[in-house]
């Protein structure tokens, strides 16, 4: 019996988000609107999103003992997110500075701070709790070591899910590891290189080649592509007004999560989990954005 659904570890960050006409070119300045803060990072984000949606969800991530950390606590524990593995001090809580245009596009730049500081110790010393959970999240917002600690004490039975965001080489025992490995166009191209291919159904094989279970590519508006060596198939998003697009990969990745360690198929998994991202567009911020399981349902 696991207590947890799903574990995330990775990053928490306090979002710094600007309203732009357009983002600005090499050297030039504009106006932009008022500036708002709200609670984020790639780890915080999964975990409020799967615990939005009924998941029994924690985090191991670290914060820094700053007004940051503690906005992103309240968040957590307001979503029902059990931040017993959210750690404190080393530096300051990490900061995102996001620009989002009209169209609800955005651009960030991230001051890692505290997350840096995440280390494989930190995994080795929260054993137990990578061992009451039935899947295990990570980005790259973490040192990727400390991801690579994650795979090694990876428990029995437990499914390991990574969205590889930085992205970034990856080592072959965490690319072996992944099932899936979940990447946007971007993310595809960086980690196959050059001969990436065109197409998604390209980024898919030539990533699942290097050794991962099975691969996610997502492809925004139009919904994603599943691949796990039996063949490729489409799924279908929900056609949506964008507001702002900040978190949306993240909240698409936590359902997809949960749905595949309640028994979910990956296609089915991932045909959710693009209805959960679509809810998330229509809202600003990130961890206010997630939906519920009933406006998931409600599109």
Not at 84 to 89: F, K, T, Y
């Amino acid at each position: 019996m696991y207590d947890y659904d799903l574990l995330v570890v990775g990053s928490a960050n306090a979002d710094l988000v600007i309203g732009v006409e357009r983002r600005p070119a090499a050297g030039e300045t504009v106006l932009g609107g008022d500036l708002s803060t709200h609670p984020g990072g790639k780890g915080a984000n999964q975990a409020v999103a799967a615990a939005r949606l009924g998941a029994r969800t924690a985090l191991l991530a670290r914060v820094g003992e700053d007004g940051h950390g503690r906005l992103l606590l309240d968040s957590l524990r307001s979503a029902g997110v059990d931040p017993s593995g959210v750690l404190e001090g080393g530096a300051p809580t990490g900061v995102a500075l996001i620009t989002v245009d009209p169209s609800g596009d955005n651009s960030i730049v991230v001051s890692p701070g505290a997350n840096a500081r995440l280390t494989p110790a930190d995994v080795r010393e929260s054993a137990a709790l990578l061992r009451a959970a039935r899947v295990i999240s990570a980005q790259l917002e973490i040192p990727l070591e400390t991801v690579a600690e994650v795979v090694r004490q990876l428990p029995s039975g437990t499914r390991f899910v990574l969205n590889p965001s930085p992205p970034r080489p990856l080592p072959a025992e965490v690319l072996a590891a992944c099932d899936p490995l979940i990447v946007n166009e971007h993310e595809a191209r960086v980690i196959l290189g050059a001969d990436a291919g065109a197409e998604p159904e390209d980024w898919a094989r030539g990533l699942l080649a290097m050794g991962p279970r099975s691969v996610v590519v997502t492809l925004g508006a139009e919904g994603a592509l599943v691949y796990d060596g039996s063949g490729a198939a489409r799924v279908a998003s929900v056609k949506v007004d964008a507001v702002d697009t900040t978190g949306a990969g993240d909240a698409f990745t936590a359902a997809l999560a949960w749905k595949l360690g309640a028994g979910a198929a990956l296609t089915e998994a991932a045909g959710y989990a693009a209805r959960v991202g679509a809810a998330a567009v229509t809202r600003a911020g990130a961890h206010e954005s997630y939906p519920t399981a009933e406006e998931v349902e409600q599109l």
